[in-house]
């Protein structure tokens, strides 16, 4: 079966630097995903990791453990905007291109 | 590059009646969509794996009597609710890849689906 886990809700202060973590088991493993969800919108595509190590893009990096089944989304320099929720989610080989979620984490940046 | 759009953004219906809802690929010719459905404070859950000129292929416990997917064409795929109730109700959320993009998923800007 497939198992992502994330914490449900975070709260970090604007300016600051939080990490949204994910660990996974999964029939495989093809790739892992982070994405962005504002309330009522659909995800957009944050970061792809497929290899070990840290993939940095602007104020937000992703790491990734394939033997640990760990992976963290850092979000630095936090901007009002950034309260939104955050998805992880796994590409389990030999299954195309779907894609397994997480539950999310909803992330509340306060002033 | 790589847009999905949906349509209808909202729709709200009766008990009992069916809906369409459409998933275009604008500017590039999808391999896969996919379609899921999200309840509020809940993650998506897929509901189904389409692929142009063949049968959907459903997750379990979706019924696929009731929800019915065409994908006529590469660049558009239709998710049908048939005989909808209120349970039915949630944000409905299609998407789609390309072939070659690193297995990304392009998401459309959902539905939202009002059972009354």
């Known amino acids: 079966g497939q198992n992502i886990d994330q914490p449900t809700e975070m709260t970090a202060t604007e300016g600051a630097i939080v990490q949204i973590n994910c660990t996974y088991q999964t029939s495989g493993f093809n790739g892992l995903f982070w994405y962005q969800q504002h309330a009522g919108e659909a995800p957009t595509f944050l970061s792809y990791n497929v290899l070990d190590g840290l993939e940095e893009k602007g104020r937000f990096s992703s790491f990734l453990s394939r033997s640990k089944g760990y992976s963290y989304l850092l979000l630095k320099e936090l901007q009002m905007k950034d309260s939104a929720s955050y998805l992880c989610a796994v590409s389990p080989s030999g299954a195309g291109n779907m894609l397994t979620f997480g539950g999310g984490t909803r992330l509340m940046v306060k002033p | 590059g790589a847009v999905v759009s949906q349509h209808p953004s909202w729709v709200i219906c009766k008990s009992g009646t069916s809906v369409k809802i459409e998933c275009r690929s604008l500017d590039f010719q999808a391999t896969t969509m996919f379609w899921y459905r999200q309840f509020p404070k809940q993650s998506l859950m897929l509901m189904a794996t389409s692929n142009e000129g063949s049968k959907a292929t459903y997750e379990q416990g979706v019924e696929k009597d009731k929800f019915l997917i065409n994908h006529a064409s590469l660049t558009l795929s239709t998710l049908t609710v048939t005989s909808a109730h209120p349970e039915d109700s949630s944000f409905y959320i299609c998407?789609?890849?390309?072939?070659?993009?690193?297995?990304?998923?392009?998401f459309g800007p959902g539905t939202r689906l009002t059972v009354l």
């Open positions: 998407s789609a890849t390309r072939p070659v993009s690193r297995d990304t998923q392009y």
